[in-house]
């Protein structure tokens, strides 16, 4: 009842226009980010994050719940309409969406994207405002060692994840553990890891790591590719984009079914719960469900079907309500959007975890309602409002784009920080992570090492002082063996079961 | 495997780091290098094995092109002179001059250099009245102006 209340409350708050007029910005900023080929929401939030230090925090994260929103979402359009995926989560959505655009229907197609956006964003949004009080509960009763074997399971998870290559993933996650130890120790005021460098007492700051994996490596790929690949040339005559077009007919929608939503959706929230996972294993996995489950799997990768389209962001958009469930009861990111979410908490003083949750759920609720009324009232009207210039997007200057990008990635570093160097950090781990990504490595797993990183090693040592320095305490405390067990069953599934297979 | 020997080279020098910090544990109790040296291990091993795995497979010719790095070394080198002015030359002239240089790397003959610096006086106009104006926030100022 309580619960009730306060989420009622959250919504209150965003009825002031002075708060919800963040919520529509952050929208716009969010879907511009996100049609953008190569820019992400995650990038849109890294940018805007230095100066939610001088804006009221209620602001600022609803200001980002409509970004992470849109973004979602708003790969769909590039996807359609350019056949190149705003974000890596829109990939799937590119297999029919262009297909049909080439056909003359891309309105459909916008449209479709919108709505299935629209649904597993709503419901996703509801099942965070659920669950969340729900995990909160149990976050309450984890103690220390629990805590530990926690971030231990989030760790595995992240690496276990990273499909394409485990040791890269690992390798990331621990230099992103390492880069966290530079600086002040956790319990003992004493410095470490600072290379006979006095400068580097301070440590590297969050922002700064922020700043350089998503903003600058961004700045260095794009730079690499010719100018040819990143300007883009679009008869717009040929692709015109109707008003009329974008409501998805009830055929089309009675043809995918209103269970195929729910169960898209359902997929999206739990993939965003995990760790590491985000928006492009959500579609990719209801993507493969919708043609395993379809009357008419043979339609799939032709103009002939919308079906894989709502699969695929009904379920990305659903990611959103996930991810902010082990962000903001265990303090432990769903994905690279909620890290950087989790980074606006962490410099406006507020940390999250089980004492968030049950002391400020004031500064939390709003979020829940900008990510409810993001889904259900923005994706809708933003399509209808702004859907005939879609194609416009992918025609502005990218020259110009990226110096805004760069410039303000730098400033912010500064104004965050007030520090030389912390801006030399954030050029250091950009150079990092742009090799990173040549190279394969998950830039995310690097992120959530330097996140996670110290609170498994605050966990760690608490709990063995706590059992003594025997880590016995980790076998023998129910909740830890709980975690422990889950991070068994998960690596059985995720490795041994996929490799038996 | 050039990213293996670095990551292999950057470990050693953060064990070495770790190491000289002493025993891990002292008096029964893990002490502050305790939690580096599990991961640096770990570090090692997965290192290692990469290393192997990559010898194994890699067998194609690297190429390496400069032309298209160049790029990227030369906003990396642009950015390091923009962090080393920024406070001394204050913000609107090492951010004019910055704009100038990402957008002449990324459109070289796209536009007239006249057009540039105008694009590049109007956006750092554009961020000045963003960070100072809206959000208050204060930039760095030569002579306290700009």
Redesign the interface.
Known sequence: MENIEGILNGFVVLSNPSIFIYVIIGFFIGEFFGAMPGLTSALAIALIL??T???DIVRALVMCMGIYMAGLYSGSITAITINIPGAPSNVMTAIEGNKLMQNGQGAKALGHAAFASMIGGTIGSILLMLIAPFSLKLALLIRTPGKFSLIFFALVVIILINRK?L??G??AT??G??FA?IGI?L??P?A??T?GMDVLVEGIDLMAVIIGSFA?SE??????KS?EE?SIKIDETKYKLKRKDFTPKWKDIKEIGIGAYIKNALIGFFIGVLPGAGGSMASFIAYSEAIRSSKHPEKFGTSETVEGIAAAEAANNAVCGGALVPMLTFGIPGDATTAIVLGVLIINGLQPGPQLMSTQFHLVAPMFAALFVSALILIPLSIYLIGPYFIKIALI????L???I???A??GA??STFS?LQ??MA?ITG?IA??FRK?D?PVVCFLLGFIL?PM??DY??RG??LG??SPMIFFTSPDSIFFLVLTAVFYYFLIIRKSIK | MLICVALFIWNTIYMIEAISMGSPIKKGQVDINFFPIVISCLMYVVTLYLFVHSFKQDKEIINFNFTKKSKPVLIIVFTIIYILLLKSLGYMLSSILYIFSIVSIFSPKQRSVYIKIIYSVIIAILIFLLYEKIFAIRLPKLGGMF
């Open positions: 230095p100066i230090y001088s804006m290559s040791a890269k690992a390798i621990f230099l553990i390492m130890s120790d319990m003992k004493v470490r890891f290379f600058i700045i260095l790929i794009q730079a690499e100018k990143i200057d990218r020259g110009i990226y110096a805004i760069a410039t303000v730098i400033v500064y104004v030389i801006m030399f050029l150079v742009y090799i190279q490595f990183g498994a090693e760690l040592r063995l002082s003594h320095g």
